[in-house]
């Protein structure tokens, strides 16, 4: 049988994402025998001329060099993935795209102030993705599943209900009747509701399902009693990309970051 050959790669992120892959307790690297891994920064050099099947792609376009990195692999592998939250929506670096420049400036390195990078985006701004495991960090599980079913030449499907449907099927109390601002109902499922498990709400790191009703979410967290500021802040965290809605909120002008 011949392998796929899959590589890892990170442009701007945290590396987490990585980390994820790295940290799999259980049959992963049995898994990873029956690939050619042709690229994977934490354990073997990286070369950006290789060739793959499928390339999984950590972090966010915020240089110049990501760009250009993100277009080379593109063009040299069949399949891209954008693994985790920054690949995905932006996360929490795209929230420049969501604030003025005033905002942050004083937190800038004074060696950076002059580099003109581009504005942080997720990939799919740039290149085609053809599937998405998405979270911050995305789950150990769902890595494992997806890199067996290619190997096993099916085709992964993604989770498209919101959060709120798992959390129902571990009996949890809805935590927006205490509320807490919970984004479970316009947020992508698939991590078992695992922080409203241990009693924090969702803060939406799967991005918006494609239905996600803005308009009912944003009254809701009002009628808890939270302001516009607070609530663009949650909503842009990590769906803000994602969400033409977030934006016009964002950007209405009752409301100037
Ligand atoms: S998605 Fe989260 S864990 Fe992954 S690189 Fe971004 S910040 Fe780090
Ligand atoms: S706690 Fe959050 S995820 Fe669970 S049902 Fe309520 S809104 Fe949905
Ligand atoms: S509950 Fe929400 S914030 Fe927590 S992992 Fe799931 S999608 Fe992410």
């Not at 920064?41 to 060099?65: Q, S």
């Not at 905002?103 to 504005?119: G, T």
């Not at 959390?167 to 947020?187: F, M, R, S």
């Not at 607070?230 to 842009?236: E, P, S």
Request: charged share 25%; glycine share 8%.
């Amino acid at each position: 049988m011949t392998k796929l050959k899959v590589g890892f790669y990170g442009i701007t992120g945290c590396a987490g994402c990585q980390l994820s892959v790295i940290f799999q307790e259980d049959d992963l690297l049995d898994l990873l025998e029956l690939v050619e891994i042709r690229a994977w920064p934490f354990i073997k050099d990286v070369n950006d001329d290789e060739t793959f099947d499928y390339v999984f792609m950590e972090g966010l376009v915020a240089t110049n060099e990501d760009k250009e990195r993100l277009l080379k692999i593109r063009k040299n592998t069949k399949i891209l993935i954008a693994l985790g939250a920054c690949a995905h929506t932006g996360c929490v670096p795209a929230y420049r795209h969501f604030t003025l420049q005033k905002n942050y400036a004083h937190l800038l390195y004074e060696k950076n102030k002059n580099i003109s990078d581009v504005q942080p985006s997720p990939i799919d701004s740039f290149v085609q993705v053809d599937y998405v495991i998405p979270g911050c960090p995305p789950s150990k599980q769902e890595i494992r599943t997806f890199l067996k079913t290619v190997v096993l030449g099916n085709i992964p499907k993604s989770y498209d209900n919101p959060v709120c449907t798992e959390c129902k099927l571990h009996n949890n109390g809805c935590l927006l009747e205490v509320k807490k601002p919970c984004l479970g109902p316009i947020t992508r499922g698939g991590c078992n509701a695992i922080c409203i498990n241990g009693g924090l709400e969702c803060w939406g790191c799967r991005g918006p399902t494609d239905d996600a009703n803005l308009p009912v979410m944003v009254t809701i967290l009002r009628k808890q009693g939270h302001g516009l500021k607070f609530i663009k802040d949650r909503l842009v965290t990590f769906a803000g990309t994602k969400m033409p809605a977030v934006r016009k909120l964002v950007y209405d002008k009752n409301n100037k970051a």
